[in-house]
């Protein structure tokens, strides 16, 4: 096999690097996005620039800025677009093709276009409120409606910014003493990482019953609020299910989240009243409201006062005539009373005469009876009356405890004795005692 002709490598890479270099021997201005971003302590900084199409990388260099252009590209690009060179920025860069035999193809920049970033994030911007629109989410909210007295209200800030506290302040210090309750959910309001921050924060609020959410937030340079004009905050801002305020920037800023929230405004003050300012509505309301039920209060009692009167005369008539036929009705009661109770009185008075009579009739006859059954009584009490027994001859014998001894059997031999006489009484003693039937322990002495 015979030999090859070939070249050394470097030989190889030589020819590309004449034929680059004399190929682009100027510097050209590249249209393409900063996918990697990476300044060295040497003062130099190294990044990859890509294209992409439909979400993927179409083409791809490296680059770098050497350190004696670096500072003065980055202050300029700065101090014009108010952000800082990073990864993720569409620029418009001047670049010089070079070619290493170590490290192949790389661009030099030396010069960049900050206007032209400028215009690219006005025009993403105009593209992303065209998609909103088309895809219907700038009404979403208008849908919506805030309550008549807004109370519960969620506020999505940073805790320590100014603007946050003049809101507070201002809200609950009002001098007609309306009460609110403030809930704060903090989130990051600058920087890359804000968006999705603050997204998690509306997704937390929607979570919970609130009667609004507000986004506060101060005012400050174009890139410190760039953030809220990103597509995903809008379109969470935009499906949030409770009614939400925005209060970003200064008058002059409006972001595409003011313009898909329900209301926007520009201050922490104005944003204050805007609450205190539904709350007066309601308190102006009530008090026409009381107005009306005042006099319309009003106009009904003197109405009612007059019913009132027509009625009381109405009853007073009523009354009279009802209480002159009761007393004609009580009149004729009366007489008619009177002789029943005259025809009962003489019938009374001859049942009386003749119950008087049936009475005398009775107790004469009764007072006879009982004349002749007591002189039957006197007659029999005479006959037994002691006295007239004694006066037969018979005497009346009491023993020693003076009761009248009817038997010889409780009376022994030296007890005394008293004898009662028609004429009068004796005591004796007794000697002996004398029994039909002898007794056992009869003891008789002389």
């Known amino acids: 096999m015979g030999a090859k002709d070939y070249m050394e490598l470097l030989e190889l890479q030589n020819l590309i690097k004449e034929s680059v270099e004399n190929a682009f021997p100027g510097r050209y201005w590249v249209k393409a996005e900063i996918a990697s971003w990476s300044p060295r302590a040497n003062g130099h900084c190294y990044l990859t620039l890509t294209q992409s199409r439909a979400g993927k990388a179409i083409a791809e260099s490296r680059a770098m800025i050497w350190k004696w252009h670096y500072p003065a590209l980055t202050q300029y690009f700065e101090k014009t677009t108010g952000q800082r060179l990073q990864a993720g920025i569409t620029v418009l860069v001047r670049v010089q093709v070079a070619f290493s035999e170590l490290y192949g193809m790389s661009l030099y920049i030396d010069d960049i276009d900050a206007a032209f970033t400028l215009g690219e994030q006005a025009l993403e911007r105009k593209r992303s409120i065209e998609r909103l629109q088309k895809d219907g989410y700038m009404d979403m909210q208008k849908e919506l409606a805030l309550p008549d ?28 003493g309306y009460a609110f309750r403030l809930d704060l959910i903090e989130a990051l309001m600058q920087g890359e990482q804000a968006p999705a921050s603050i997204m998690a924060a509306i997704q937390a609020v929607g979570e919970e019953d609130y009667d609004a959410l507000l986004i506060l937030r101060g005012g400050g340079s174009e890139t410190d609020l760039a953030c809220f004009d990103d597509f995903s905050l809008a379109v969470a801002i935009a499906t949030c299910p409770v009614p939400v305020v925005t209060a970003i920037g200064h008058d002059k800023d409006v972001h595409i989240a003011d313009m898909v929230a329900h209301l926007s405004v520009k201050t922490p003050t104005a944003l204050a009243d805007l609450f205190l300012d539904a709350c007066r509505e309601q308190d102006a309301i009530l008090d026409r409201l009381r107005s009306r039920l005042g006099t319309a209060a009003g106009r009904l009692v003197n109405r009612e006062e007059l019913r009132l ?39 009374v008075v001859r049942l009386r005469d003749a119950a008087v009579h049936r009475l005398q009739f009775a107790a004469q006859a009764r ?24 006066g037969l001859g018979y005497v009346l014998v009491t023993g020693k405890d003076n009761k009248v001894l009817k038997t010889v059997d409780k009376v022994g031999v030296g007890d005394r004795i008293g004898v009662r006489f028609q004429d009068g009484s004796l005591t004796a003693k007794v000697d002996e005692v004398y029994a039909d039937v002898p007794r056992n322990d009869e003891v008789k002495t002389a």
């Open 149 to 176: 007295l807004p109370y519960k209200l969620a506020v999505i800030t940073s805790r320590t910014a100014a603007g946050y506290q003049d809101f507070r302040n201002h809200l609950l210090n009002n001098p007609e």
């Open 309 to 347: 009167k027509s009625a009381d005369a109405a009853v007073q008539r009523a009354v009279q005539r009802r209480v002159s036929a009761l007393e004609m009705l009580l009149q004729q009661a009366l007489t008619r009373i009177a002789r029943g109770l005259a025809q009962k009185y003489g019938e």
């Open 367 to 390: 007072v006879g009876a009982e004349v002749s059954r007591v002189a039957l009584k006197e007659a029999l009490i005479n006959a037994s009356d002691p006295r007239k027994i004694l």
